[in-house]
């Protein structure tokens, strides 16, 4: 069955939809020798498809794994800065990987992988529902009335941010460990809204996203999911590859 080049090269793993179609814009895709500068080229998968000169395999069975991502790594492939990438520093064996999502340089955790782009996209949709969950260490002095006003929803500097849930599990004078629950995971969105009641964030750490939890993980270690885990966990809205 045809589909459109891009989602092919997501489904490969080379990269998210969304990156593989700058690939394509920047003709880094050949397609039986012809250079593709259209995402909506199609593709049965039978072709010589090639990314920079080298031959892309076949669409593998789906695999996703959960990964502690340790502060101080860019979650990308490539970082124009040269700073340490997450994919420079997986364990020895994995396969060519996308994350679902990131996390930021100072932000640590659960961070999934998988080797499907198209799967990648699909678990990053708010509309799936999946809660997002973090442990954050705050400097500051904890005014409760106003972490309750974040539970509600804000906006900052014009940006709308959805309600949340806030668990304070234990506290000090100046210091505070709390338990924040995202539905949809904004850029830098638990340090804007503790900035937003003057707090600092010192720690934070993703312990899940949706079903999957970070567990015993140490930094820097990876475990796959079995794929009947996988299929049991996703449900029948996902799609993946057998």
Not at 75 to 92: C, G, I, Y
Request: with cysteine.
């Amino acid at each position: 069955m045809s589909q459109r080049i891009a989602k092919y090269l997501a489904r490969c793993g080379v990269a998210s939809r969304r990156e593989a179609e700058n690939l394509i814009k920047q003709g880094r895709i050949s397609v039986n020798g012809e250079d593709i500068l259209s995402p909506a080229f199609l593709v049965e998968g039978t072709e010589t498809i090639l990314f920079d000169g080298e031959k892309i395999n076949k669409k593998d069975q789906t695999r996703l794994w959960l990964y502690y991502k340790p502060v101080g790594l860019v979650v990308s492939h490539k970082d124009e800065k040269d700073r340490e990438t997450v994919f420079k520093n997986l364990p020895n064996g994995m396969p060519r990987v996308i994350s679902v999502g990131r996390l930021d340089l100072n932000s640590e955790g659960l961070l999934l992988l998988t080797n499907d782009g198209e799967l990648s996209r699909q678990l990053e949709l708010p509309s799936n529902g999946w809660s997002r969950r973090y442990r954050v260490k705050v400097h500051g002095f904890l005014n409760e009335k106003r972490l309750k006003e974040l539970e509600k929803g804000v906006t900052i500097d014009g940006v709308s941010y959805g309600a949340c849930k806030i668990v304070i599990d234990s506290k000090q004078t100046t210091n505070a460990w709390l338990t924040i629950t995202l539905n949809e995971g904004k850029n830098r969105e638990i340090r804007k809204l503790m900035a937003y009641v003057e707090l600092n964030v010192a720690r934070l750490i993703r312990i899940s996203y949706g079903p999957f939890q970070l567990g015993n993980l140490k930094e820097g270690q990876t475990k796959e999911i079995p794929l009947k885990v996988l299929k049991e966990q996703l449900g029948k809205n996902f799609q993946i590859c057998e």
